[in-house]
C-alpha cells in the first residue's frame, strides 16, 4: 500500500481549502500501530481543526479527526494485536497528529482501546468522544455525590453530540432531564432519548449579574460555558455537581463565590483528551452497558467520507443534531 484517501486540510496564504485527496502512506506520522479505520466520527474540535484554527491544529496539511475506530494492520507494539478491533478518540488525534478523516492512522499504543465486545466498530464512533465526555461527566457527578433523587439535571446544547449523550446516559441512569436547546424543532426528538422536558437555551442564560439565583436543577452538564454556564452554578441547589465540557457560547466564566460557599455547589472539569488509558479503558466498559443509550441508532446520522467537509461549516454554526459518523471503508 503506498497510498490511501484522506481528508486534507490545506494552508496556502492564509487562507484553508479542503478536499479528499489520494496521499502517500508517508503522510502518516511515524508511530507504533497502523490502523485501517473503519469509522470515524465528526466533532465541533474537527470543525474548528478543518477551519484553520490554529489553537487545535498548528500546521498545515492536515487530516481533522478526533475520532476514529477500526482493525489494525500493523503494530510495533505488545500491548494491540494485529486484527485487533479499537477505538481511538482524543489525546493529540486529530489534532496535530492526523486524524480519522481517512483510510488510515497511524497512533502510539498506548492511545488504543480494544473494543469492548458489546460494541460494534458502528456503535463505538456513534457514541466517540461526545459520549465519552458525557460519560466522564456523569462518572465524575456521581463520584461527587449526584443522585436522581436530588432532582433534575439540566444539560445545556442538547441538541449537539456530547449534550444529547449526556440526555441519553443521564435517562439510561433513572435522572430526570432538562433539555436546554435552541432548536424548539428538536424538543420531539430529544424527548424520545431521555429528557423529561426541553427548555429554550436563552432560558438558561441569565445576564443580570446576580450571584445567586433560586434554585432550578439538582445539577448540570454544560456545553456551552460564559453566562450559560455561570447560570447553572448560580441555579443548582445544594451539594448538586455542574460539570463543565465545553465553550460553544463562550470560553469566559466570570462569577462569585457564592454558589460555592453558600449552597456547597461542585464545579467539576471534564478533560477527555488526556484521560489516562486505564480510566479510559473502564468508561469504554460502562458505555457498553450500563450507560449505552437505548437506542444509539436514533442519536446518529451516517454520512461518507466525501460528504464530511459539508459538515463542518453545519457543526460550526451548531446546526447539526446528534452524531454524525462517517463511514470509512
Ligand atoms: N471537555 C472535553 O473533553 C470535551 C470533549 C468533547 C467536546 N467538548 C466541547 O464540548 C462542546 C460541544 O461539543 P460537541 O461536539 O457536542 O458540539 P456540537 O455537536 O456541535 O454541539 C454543540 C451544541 O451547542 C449548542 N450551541 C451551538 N452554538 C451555541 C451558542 N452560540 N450558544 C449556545 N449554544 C450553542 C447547539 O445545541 P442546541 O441548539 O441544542 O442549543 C449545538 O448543537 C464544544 O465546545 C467542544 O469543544 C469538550
Request: with cysteine; proline share 4%; charged share 25%.
Amino acid at each position: 500500500m503506498d497510498t490511501y484517501k484522506a481528508l486534507v486540510v490545506r494552508e496556502k496564504e492564509g487562507r484553508f481549502s479542503r478536499a479528499v485527496e489520494e496521499v502517500p502512506i508517508s503522510f502518516l506520522p511515524k508511530n507504533e500501530v497502523l490502523i485501517k479505520v473503519a469509522y470515524a466520527g465528526l466533532n465541533y474540535k474537527d470543525a474548528l481543526s478543518a477551519s484553520g484554527h490554529k489553537g487545535i491544529t498548528r500546521e498545515f496539511p492536515h487530516t481533522p479527526g478526533v475520532d476514529a475506530a477500526g482493525e489494525v494492520v500493523e503494530t510495533e507494539s505488545s500491548l494491540v494485536a494485529s486484527g485487533q478491533k479499537v477505538i481511538v478518540t482524543s489525546y493529540d488525534l486529530g489534532m496535530n497528529t492526523k486524524g480519522g478523516f481517512a483510510e488510515y492512522i497511524r497512533v502510539p499504543a498506548k492511545w488504543v482501546v480494544p473494543l469492548p465486545d458489546e460494541l460494534s466498530l458502528q456503535d463505538s464512533m456513534a457514541m466517540g468522544t461526545a459520549a465519552f465526555t458525557a460519560a466522564l461527566a456523569v462518572d465524575k457527578m456521581e463520584r461527587a455525590g449526584q443522585r436522581p433523587e436530588m432532582g433534575e439535571i439540566v444539560v445545556t446544547g442538547a441538541s449537539g453530540g456530547v449534550g444529547s449523550m449526556a440526555v441519553a446516559i443521564l435517562a439510561k441512569k433513572g435522572y430526570r432531564v432538562i433539555a436546554s436547546s435552541g432548536k424548539q424543532e428538536q424538543y420531539s426528538w430529544l424527548k424520545s432519548i431521555g429528557a423529561k422536558r426541553c427548555i429554550n437555551r436563552d432560558g438558561v442564560c441569565d445576564e443580570s449579574g446576580r450571584p445567586l439565583l433560586s434554585p432550578r436543577w439538582a445539577g448540570g452538564i454544560d456545553t456551552v460555558g460564559g453566562d450559560t454556564l455561570h447560570t447553572l452554578i448560580k441555579s443548582c441547589s445544594k451539594e448538586g455537581s455542574i460539570a463543565v465540557c465545553g465553550l460553544v457560547g463562550s470560553y469566559e466564566l466570570k462569577m462569585t463565590v457564592y454558589p460555592l460557599i453558600l449552597n456547597g455547589v461542585n464545579i467539576l472539569g471534564i478533560d477527555s483528551a488526556e484521560t489516562p488509558l486505564t480510566h479510559r479503558k473502564s468508561i469504554w466498559a460502562k458505555l457498553a452497558k450500563e450507560y449505552k443509550p437505548k437506542s444509539v441508532a436514533s442519536l446518529t446520522k451516517i454520512v461518507t467520507l466525501d460528504e464530511i467537509p459539508t459538515y463542518m461549516d453545519e457543526i460550526l454554526n451548531g446546526e447539526t443534531a446528534g452524531r454524525i459518523i462517517a463511514k470509512i471503508s
